[in-house]
């Protein structure tokens, strides 16, 4: 069994680091929570099972996965939509579903994921595009070892607006459901200072901070689309808006055969 290391700077802002609790990951790793003083962020000690904790890319506890790629679907739409954004990188996106889904209804969406193969979206994991419109990223920050730097992957694109997810922390403790232990994939809470941190450092106007964090452009950042967005993400309008869609023929899925297929014959 591992033993906490001793504590070192934020992975974030570089703050200090104070001990909050113990946890014991993957059944027999005993790993120090850290909290810290700068950014008010939690975080485990520097993370050494990582391998380990992504033999599976998908946890055996996340069985909303499916549930969550539809309602992600109708809050990437709507955001689309309402900033005129179509070339999506859906990072972190695991099997590419969410991809799929965007891709069935219009949407010029890719999928890139380094523990996981696209089986809804292969053939859509190299995108045509150098620089996306919109890069989403739900239930993916938690899993940075190190943020400072893999934050850029998301934000270090130019793209014109960031949707994401995570939840964040306000001070729970080793009980905390969002931890969960048995699977060691979730190591880096943030806190909302930190998410301020996160816009500011990367030149962004944060419009939402509820269940979703939209980041976006601040040229794109108007008085109207603000309000607009911020009553879409904080309501269930992104599971009736994705209803909605899906009631509607898609027409992506045999445009994309047609393609798939004349590639394979060239």
């Not at 001793?6 to 014991?24: K, Y």
């Not at 070339?87 to 994921?113: K, P, S, T, Y």
């Not at 601040?218 to 269930?236: D, N, Q, V």
């Amino acid at each position: 069994m591992s033993v906490p290391t001793a504590p070192a700077a934020c992975r974030l802002c570089g703050g200090d680091l104070n001990p909050r609790f113990t946890g014991t990951l993957l059944g027999r790793h005993k790993v120090g929570y850290l909290a810290c003083a700068g950014c008010g962020s939690l975080q485990t000690e520097p993370p050494h099972w990582l391998a380990e904790a992504y033999a599976n890319n998908l946890a055996d506890l996340d069985t909303g996965a499916a549930q969550r790629c539809f309602v992600n679907m109708g809050a990437s739409h709507l955001v689309a939509r309402l900033f005129g954004l179509g070339n999506i990188l859906d990072f972190g996106g695991g099997d590419g579903l969410h991809a799929r889904l965007l891709r069935d209804h219009g949407l010029n969406a890719f999928v890139e994921d380094a523990h996981a193969r696209p089986g809804y979206a292969q053939g859509f994991d190299a995108p045509d595009f150098t620089t996306p419109d919109l890069v989403t990223a739900f239930e993916v920050m938690e899993h940075f070892a190190n943020p400072a730097e893999d934050l850029a992957q998301i934000f270090g694109r130019g793209a014109r607006a960031v949707l994401a997810s995570t939840t964040r922390w306000h001070g729970e403790g080793a009980n905390w459901w969002y931890l969960p232990p048995s699977t060691g994939q979730h190591i880096f809470f943030y806190s909302d200072a930190a998410i301020d941190l996160i816009a500011r450092r990367f030149g962004y106007t944060l419009v939402a901070r509820g269940n979703y964090l939209l980041f976006v452009q601040p040229a794109l950042a108007t008085p109207a689309r603000i309000r607009l967005a911020r009553l879409m993400l904080r309501s269930r309008l992104p599971r009736l808006w994705a209803s909605l869609v899906q009631m509607r023929q898609p027409t992506g899925g045999d445009a994309d055969w047609q393609a798939l297929s004349r590639r394979d014959q060239e």
